[in-house]
């Protein structure tokens, strides 16, 4: 199985920062890397697809980039809305798997 | 617009099954399969498997295999999860999200399944 290593577990941040979340594979996955944001109680919300792909309807702050086994998802400048848990996922091979999400909450 | 909703929350004894379903609208019931992901209280997100609604072809994750039995039904463009001998620690939030075994786009609004004694 593919482990996705996802850094921080929790952040604080203020409304307007730029926020920056890793996920690490372990072995290489070929862009093959979707984050999604989940609110308390709610279902998780598809972000971007493919790496970088933004999802129809997903504010354009809302960036993917990496390759290989390192990737990120930034928010150029944080909202209130976006205050939630973030989690990455591959899909390069079965078992699909998830990292374990990153809590970002207000400073 | 494309809606899953899925049936309602769940109490289960250990060993039960419980059947998990989640009606699909607004799209070709066809064109995506379906993925179903477990969140434990507190937890992350698990994937537990995957059906084609074109063929019924599975991949189930291992941890899972031989416990579960996702279907669907074309004719009431439902899928379902059936998931057996129920333990304490299959307390969670039941998910299908539609899928092409890649991202999921759509989920439906979650089934809570609570094993107890």
């Known amino acids: 199985d593919i482990q996705m290593t996802q850094s921080p577990s929790s952040l604080s941040a203020s409304v307007g920062d730029r926020v920056t979340i890793t996920c690490r594979a372990s072995q290489g996955i070929s862009n093959s890397l979707v984050w999604y944001q989940q609110k308390p109680g709610k279902a998780p919300k598809l972000l971007l697809y493919?790496?970088?792909r933004l999802e129809s309807g997903v504010p354009s702050r809302f960036s993917g980039s990496g390759s290989g086994t390192a990737y990120t998802l930034t928010i150029s400048s944080l909202q209130p809305e976006d205050f939630a848990t973030y989690y990455c996922?591959?899909?390069?091979?079965?078992?699909?798997?998830f990292g374990g999400g990153t809590k970002v909450e207000i400073k | 617009q494309v809606q899953l909703v899925q049936s309602g929350a769940e109490v289960k004894k250990p060993g039960a099954s419980v059947r998990v379903s989640c009606k699909a609208s607004g799209y070709t019931f066809s064109s995506h399969g379906f993925s179903w992901v477990r969140q434990a209280p507190g937890q992350g997100l698990e994937w537990m498997g995957w059906i084609s609604t074109e063929n019924g072809d599975t991949k189930y994750a291992p941890k899972f295999q031989g416990r579960v039995t996702m279907t669907t039904d074309t004719s009431t463009s439902t899928a379902y999860m059936d998931l057996r001998n129920l333990r304490s620690d299959d307390t969670a939030v039941y998910y299908c999200a539609r899928s092409l075994l890649a991202a999921m786009d759509y989920w439906g609004q979650g089934t809570l399944v609570t094993v107890s004694s």
């Open positions: 996922q591959q899909y390069y091979s079965t078992p699909l798997t």
């Open positions: 493919a790496t970088f």
